[in-house]
């Protein structure tokens, strides 16, 4: 059989819930994901407690909190305690994201789940991976492969690409297609025939409008007409945002506008965290899109170097702790606290609040201060959060009233404080009672029995009345004391010569000791405390205040029911792909079910190689191989694999496979959208498709047989590789024989190799060639269709399937039309040359 491939879904599936998934390859386990929602509902980690101790590798997609929020719990709970991986981003900003979320539950309430240091406990050991970089497990993992790849949906999102023995296991869920301001879009398409794919179906019933007709009502229905339109008008604008996600995008978005057209409204970005996020992301230009890269690179111009209005500085000289953060000349201002913001100029602005459900954070408070104005706007980016307030404010047609728990943290004072004062002295009192006991216990211990033996001067009362003059026998015990008309206590130690411990001044290189210098007082830790957050890129030290705050507080709640008049509008920047894109890259990426024969080789390794190849193979498999190599490059062929080298062993991997295909799990969407999604891809894309419910395990390892076939040095010694491009290719005819191990081999064959069809290799691009035969003097242009029309009477075009079910694994022509003349023959001629014959 292949590789045994288990997928237990552990959360989110059929619903939106956060995302949890169990993947099981030959027995060993990945979680990937470890999300939660802004709920922190613990009913939604039972099945995840279940399997927490099972798992052996933690796969991170995205820094979110449905991706990675109950990651620190699980740890501290259940047992996890598996290797993490994930990429630097996704490691740094989901680190912020969890602070920003622990911080924002604290300042409204006794929030026990878990606590910072079970956040740092959590992220402490993650193995930050770059993307494509294969990463090879060892011990239980040993033979699998794991590698990040870009998704586009958030910055350093990833697409997981899992292989063992050549079979590719892809998890991708929350991907985008679209190259925005600062991301690229995903590679999910380049990955021809997995062996399985877990995908998602959230957007699956979502279709934007193309890109044309968006800029046609560009002038009614933009981003930028309904907030300056608010604005102008007087209101103010919020845009509940995440922690470090998306809100990078609408930063750079406002950014750009404001920049274009010298807008002087405010823009405040208020997290516990938003100038450590800014800090991390201005060091993460690798990882975004193409534009910035090379922005940077020729002009070194940093992207989030975003333009800080001067006259707020001015102004709202109280705000110095964000203003003067990261050397920031920005138009946004970075803000950690509401105080800031209520401190600030009146006047229309723009803020960016965490959290983007309204369940807690500053956009909450904002909410519900903002929403009885109707000049004020509250602009949704993303769709809420199941059953959180931002969903409810979503709704067609909105509520025109909500009721919301308002909470904040007070000091105590008066006869609260002197009661709380009284109880933590009553506390101390114990704990040093407790002290006191234990310290007189262990003094007790110290000098009883054992003491007893050792101590000559110690008295027995057991043997008080033994005789003066017995003597002990050698070894044995040693002269007691007879002391009459009393019985001294077990305890009691004789009379000694007093003994006074020398202190030296120095130490043994003649350095005076000054203990004092040792001691670090309160104060000096607190200051330790706020830098630290600045070294490892934790928190600034405005959070890191809140953080040391430890006057005596509570929370304060009250119920509220908030009229709702301002304006509620929902715009699509949830930067994932939409229903007609998922089914485009479904279709892609699915296979043609095919009776194939794989054989795959490893060779010796060189880093960042590749062997590519297709077996033909007669009736009998042991009789006749004819093996075709090419070295690091997909071509024309549907027939190939990919398999990295390995050490210094020439070995091949004989693969039969029968009528196989690959699978499609269905995760995360609403049970409309997976159902949706589940026939589309039954009727256009792959037979077999599995939508499965939560805890229940779906066996989706593929029907073949693989054997493992050594490279004979005699057939290798006589292959002849031959140069294409930066390539290296070569034809092999074969048979099949075993060595005296009883091993498979490739032996060369014993009579002449039969003739077999010529064999053009290469993978022509139309947009390519285009210039090729511009720089030859022939001139070229595109007609319809995609065809190349070369000088007068030459046409070249590509007929066939390559675009259904699957791409390149259809048959593709090139078909080069024309009457029989001079340019005819160069161009077939140039045509040739793009392509190397076998």
Not at 115 to 129: C, E, G, K, M, P
Not at 362 to 374: R, T
Not at 462 to 491: E, Q, R
Request: net charge negative; aromatic share 10%; hydrophobic share 40%.
């Amino acid at each position: 059989m292949g590789t045994s491939v288990q997928i237990t879904p552990l959360c989110g599936v059929y619903n939106e819930n956060p995302l949890s998934y169990l993947v099981s390859i030959d027995g060993f386990n990945f979680l990937i994901d470890c999300g939660w929602n802004d709920h922190f509902d613990t009913s939604l980690l039972q099945p995840l407690s279940k399997v927490a101790s099972t798992v052996d590798a933690v796969l991170l997609s995205h820094s979110d909190t449905l991706h990675l929020g109950a990651l620190p719990y699980a740890m501290k709970q259940f047992g996890l305690s598996a290797p993490v991986f994930s990429t630097e981003p996704v490691h740094r900003l989901g680190l912020l994201t969890m602070y920003d979320q622990y911080l924002a539950r604290r300042q409204v309430s006794e929030f026990e789940l878990f606590t910072l240091d079970d956040i740092d406990s959590a992220f402490q050991n993650v193995t930050r991976l770059t993307y494509s970089q294969n990463y090879h497990l060892s011990g239980k993992g040993e033979g699998i492969v794991i590698a990040p790849h870009v998704a586009g949906h958030l910055l350093g999102g990833t697409v997981w690409k899992i292989t063992k023995d050549g079979e590719d296991v892809i998890y991708a869920v929350d991907y985008n297609r679209r190259k925005e301001k600062h991301l690229n879009g995903t590679v999910l398409e380049s990955f021809v025939r997995p062996a399985v794919l877990i995908t998602d179906a959230y957007n699956a019933l979502n279709n934007q409008p193309p890109r044309q007709q968006r800029e046609i009502f560009q002038g009614v229905l933009s981003f930028w007409y309904t907030i300056s339109k608010t604005l102008k008008a007087g209101g103010n604008v919020l845009l509940p945002v995440d922690t470090a996600g998306r809100v990078l995008e609408l930063l750079l978005i406002l950014e750009d506008y404001w920049q274009e057209h010298s807008l002087n409204y405010p823009i405040f970005f208020l997290t516990y965290v938003s100038s450590s996020t800014i800090d991390y992301v201005k060091s993460f230009l690798e990882w975004m899109g193409d534009s910035i890269t090379k922005s940077f690179e020729t002009s070194r111009d940093n992207a989030f170097l975003l333009k800080l209005s001067f006259l707020l500085i001015a102004i709202h000289c109280k705000c110095t702790l964000s203003c003067r953060l990261a050397n920031l000349k920005l138009h946004v201002t970075l803000l950690i606290n509401k105080s800031e913001l209520d401190n600030a100029p009146d006047g229309p602005k723009v803020v960016l609040a965490s959290m983007a459900s309204l369940e807690a954070g500053f956009s909450h408070d904002i909410f519900v201060e903002w929403a009885s104005d109707v000049k004020n706007l509250v602009l949704f980016t993303e769709r809420g959060q199941f059953g959180s307030l931002a969903r409810m404010l979503q709704a067609d047609p909105p509520p025109k009233a909500v009721k919301v728990t308002m909470s904040r943290r007070v000091p105590l004072v008066g006869e609260e404080l002197v009661a709380y004062e009284e109880e933590q002295n009553r506390l101390k009192k114990e704990e040093a009672l407790k002290a006191s006991l234990i310290k007189e216990e262990e003094s007790k211990a110290s000098h009883g029995s054992d003491n007893n033996l050792s101590d000559p001067m110690i008295i027995d009362a057991n043997n008080a009345h033994t005789p003066v003059d017995v003597v002990d026998p050698p070894g044995g015990g040693y002269k007691d004391m007879l002391i009459d008309g009393f019985v001294p206590l077990s305890t009691s130690v004789a009379p000694m010569f007093p003994f006074y411990e020398n202190t030296f001044d120095w130490d043994d290189f003649g350095e005076v000791i000054n203990p004092d210098d040792y001691v670090i007082n309160d104060q000096d830790m607190d200051q330790v405390a706020m830098h630290v957050g600045d070294m490892d890129g934790k928190l600034d030290e405005g959070s890191a205040s809140l953080i040391l705050d430890t006057k005596p507080s509570k929370v304060v709640s009250n119920e509220l029911t908030v009229q709702v008049k301002c304006s509620l509008i929902y715009m699509d920047y949830e930067g994932r792909a939409d229903g007609r894109s998922i089914k485009t890259i479904l279709a892609h990426v699915a296979p043609l079910k095919l009776v194939r024969i794989f054989l795959l080789v490893t060779w010796p390794y060189t880093s960042a190689n590749y062997i590519q190849l297709t077996l033909i193979l007669t009736h009998n498999c042991a009789v006749s191989v004819k093996i075709f190599l090419v070295d690091m490059q997909y071509f024309l062929l549907s027939e190939h694999q990919n398999f990295t080298r390995n050490a210094c062993v020439l070995s091949i991997i004989l693969k039969l496979m029968a009528f196989v295909s690959s699978f499609k799990v269905l995760v995360h969407g609403s049970a409309e959208a997976t159902e949706h999604l589940k026939q589309n891809c039954l009727k256009h894309v792959c037979p077999h498709v599995y939508t499965p419910q939560i805890e229940e395990t779906i066996d989706v390892t593929s029907d073949l047989c693989a054997y493992k076939v050594q490279l004979s040095e005699k057939l290798m010694s006589n292959v002849l590789f031959k140069k294409l491009g930066d390539y290296e290719i070569a034809w092999v005819d074969a048979e099949v024989g075993k060595t005296e191990n009883g091993m498979l081999s490739l032996l060369p064959i014993s009579t002449s190799p039969p003739p077999h069809k010529s064999v053009l290799v290469g993978d022509l691009k139309m947009a390519d060639f285009k210039p090729f035969l511009s720089s030859k003097g022939i001139q070229v242009e595109f007609a319809l269709g995609g065809a190349l029309r070369c000088g007068e009477f030459v046409t070249i075009r590509k007929v066939g399937n390559a675009g259904q079910k699957g791409g390149g694994s259809g048959t593709q022509q090139i078909v080069i039309e024309g009457p029989l003349c001079e340019d005819y023959y160069k161009i077939r001629e140039y045509l040739y040359s793009q392509f190397y014959l076998l």
